[in-house]
């Protein structure tokens, strides 16, 4: 016979365990389940491995463990920044009051996959005429401020810098730093690219990184930021430096240049060649 409980009241509260079993009896219900994200935290201590999952779409993480007679039946590559799929169970440990996710099986997600998925956001955007040379637009001559997003203290920010500077020593940079992967890499990206579109004084956007790991560089494929860079009213330069395999902002940008040095050669002229250019003309006309 099932003994049914009462619904607990102020003057008839449950215990605190009675609760406690019921959550973990509800949570035990779900079993295992198969779940894909990419890893964002992954840290060994004693044989096991402790982590965190994230989404690969909308801004949800979970926690995991990987006990050491798991890990050791798994791929021994996977670290940070993998897309994965994992057989995880939740489980509610009552004395503790805590939740965890145990995990009992992880694999890659086939690079294969990653392509096949890219490939068909690649024909929507395209279908919808976001690749289209007829929305691009042209580069300013002679920009007056280049609005750079790049990692901090990165080669690439070094190189654009650089170049532009020795190509016209006058041009100025408003720089604004982001990560150039890993979990926090799409929205910091994008918010980058909002906050230098929205500043009337920046002509020009170049988004630098320099190349890099396919898989770190999905990033710069989120349907959300390419549609974010399509929405932008000021010319925008991808400059990822990753041939192969191109990612979809290069597709959506106005000029894809091959590397941060190309990028600042295409988007600020030379002053030494412009000024012997008008010297030449000025020397015609006479």
């Not at 799929?85 to 939740?99: H, R």
């Not at 068909?120 to 929305?135: H, I, K, Y």
């Not at 390419?226 to 009213?233: F, K, N, Y």
């Not at 060649?273 to 003309?281: C, D, H, K, S, V």
Request: aromatic share 6%.
């Amino acid at each position: 016979m099932t003994i049914v409980t009462p619904p607990p009241t102020a003057e008839s509260p449950w215990p605190v365990g009675l609760l406690a079993g019921k959550v973990r009896d509800w949570i035990d219900r779900l079993g295992t389940a198969w779940v894909e994200g990419e890893i964002t935290q992954w840290n060994s201590s004693g044989g096991n491995v402790y982590g965190k999952l994230k989404d690969l779409e909308i801004d949800a993480t979970i926690s995991f463990s990987i006990w050491s007679s798991v890990r050791s039946k798994i791929p021994a590559d996977l670290k940070q920044g993998d897309r994965v799929i994992a057989a995880i169970k939740p489980n509610f440990w009552v004395k503790g009051g805590t939740l965890t996710m145990q995990v009992f099986d992880m694999r890659h997600v086939g690079i294969g996959d990653l392509l096949e998925r890219l490939e068909r956001l690649r024909r929507q955007l395209a279908s919808e005429g976001l690749f289209s040379s007829d929305r691009k637009r042209a580069l300013p001559f002679l920009p007056q401020c280049i609005g750079l997003i790049t990692g901090k203290d990165s080669d690439a920010e070094k190189d654009v810098l650089r170049n532009a500077q020795l190509r016209w020593p006058s041009v100025q940079f408003k720089v604004v730093h982001a990560a150039v992967q890993g979990e926090r890499m799409v929205s910091e990206v994008t918010a980058a690219l909002q906050r230098l579109d929205a500043d009337p004084g920046v002509d020009v956007i170049i988004v630098a990184r320099g190349g890099g790991d396919f898989q770190n560089l999905l990033g710069f494929s989120d349907e959300g930021l390419v549609r974010a860079a399509a929405a932008a009213t000021t010319p925008i330069v991808s400059a990822i430096g990753h041939e192969a395999d191109r990612p979809l902002l290069d597709d959506v940008a106005d000029l894809r240049a091959s590397t941060p040095t190309d990028a600042a050669k295409r988007v600020v002229p030379d002053v030494g060649e412009e000024l012997q250019g008008f010297a030449r003309r000025a020397a015609e006309s006479a």
